[in-house]
């Protein structure tokens, strides 16, 4: 198990408020806690803020009492902003970016997770500069806030001091980013290991993968072939293949796959095949040749090829590009 470089705590303010979403709310706090508990050191002194004194009641229904309320609160060296719709009510939504407004020049780093962009953006903090959030309010944000440039795709995005985040999940893989920025990748590892998730997702990822795209798009008998041909890349996934599997003629299952996923079934086994593999180059430190055989390429030069044909980059660069060191 990881063992960081003793210093002083790093004071982690959680904001909270009615109609917060609770999952934005306790991911992130977990990452921190989990850190804490794993090292056996308190890297992170952790603090739950309450927009309102009285009990808050998340989205979800679930109540809860903050540690210490808004004007109470002091500095941070990083500040949590979770989503929810209460964030996007007027009076809240006024409250939050007042605060923010003059704790932001004290404080280190300002996170938002999902919809928490609505009160750093409401500050006029963002202006000028580059963020994300949830695809399904990207639009809505980028009408509200037309001076932060929108980015809908990313699984987050740093600029310093401001980091951004999409939905719910994408707060732990920010939060697992900046743990390893402040104790190192090891402690980062075991921290993504303790709590079940991945390490690093990159933050340049799809918020909307390509599994999941084409689980939505699936029905009868394709629907159970979706489920199925993430977990078998390095198999035989030939059209004759993959038409036995679903019961079908070839010519008759590759018409009906095109009609349901819009496109043929090699091109969605070769999205699938690199996208597992853009995910192990970042995170695995094995060598291009086992991961284009873990993939299902029958070499590391037809790999590179399809890589580089996807991306616009040889997969070497691409490691070099953003993997962090």
């Not at 799809?206 to 390095?234: C, K, T």
Request: aromatic share 8%.
């Amino acid at each position: 198990m990881a063992k960081p470089v003793a210093s002083d705590p790093k004071r982690i303010g959680f904001l909270a408020f009615d109609g917060v979403t609770l999952l934005d709310l306790v991911g992130p706090f977990e990452v921190f806690a989990t850190a804490n508990q794993l090292s056996g050191e308190a890297l992170y002194q952790t603090c739950l803020i309450g927009e309102v004194r009285r009990p808050i009641r998340a989205d979800s229904g679930f109540s809860f009492h903050a540690q210490l309320p808004l004007d109470e609160a002091g500095s941070f060296d990083t500040i949590v902003i979770p989503g929810g719709p209460g964030l996007r009510v007027k009076e809240t939504n006024a409250t939050v970016a007042a605060w923010l407004k003059v704790h932001a020049p004290e404080t280190r780093r300002i996170v938002s997770v999902c919809t928490g962009l609505y009160g750093v953006a409401a500050a006029g903090l963002l202006d000028g500069r580059t963020a994300t959030t949830h695809w399904n309010h990207a639009e809505d944000a980028a009408r509200r806030f037309p001076k932060v440039r929108m980015d809908a795709a990313r699984l987050y995005h740093e600029d310093p001091p401001f980091f951004t985040s999409a939905g719910i999940t994408a707060g732990i893989d920010l939060c697992l980013a900046l743990v390893e920025q402040d104790h190192g990748s090891a402690l980062a590892l075991d921290v993504a290991r303790e709590m079940v998730v991945y390490l690093k997702r990159p933050g340049d990822q799809l918020q909307y993968s390509e599994p999941l795209r084409f689980q939505v798009r699936s029905i009868g008998r394709l629907q159970r072939l979706a489920d199925w041909i993430p977990g078998h890349l390095p198999e035989n996934l030939s059209v004759a293949s993959l038409a036995a599997r679903a019961g079908m003629g070839a010519r008759h299952f590759a018409r009906v796959f095109r009609d349901t996923f819009g496109e043929t079934p090699a091109r969605y086994v070769e999205t699938l095949r690199l996208e597992q593999a853009r995910e192990r180059l970042l995170q695995s430190g094995r060598s291009i040749e086992s991961i284009a055989d873990s993939v299902g390429y029958r070499s590391a030069d037809v790999f590179r090829r399809a890589f580089e044909r996807r991306y616009g980059v040889s997969p070497a660069h691409y490691v070099r590009t953003f993997a962090r060191r």
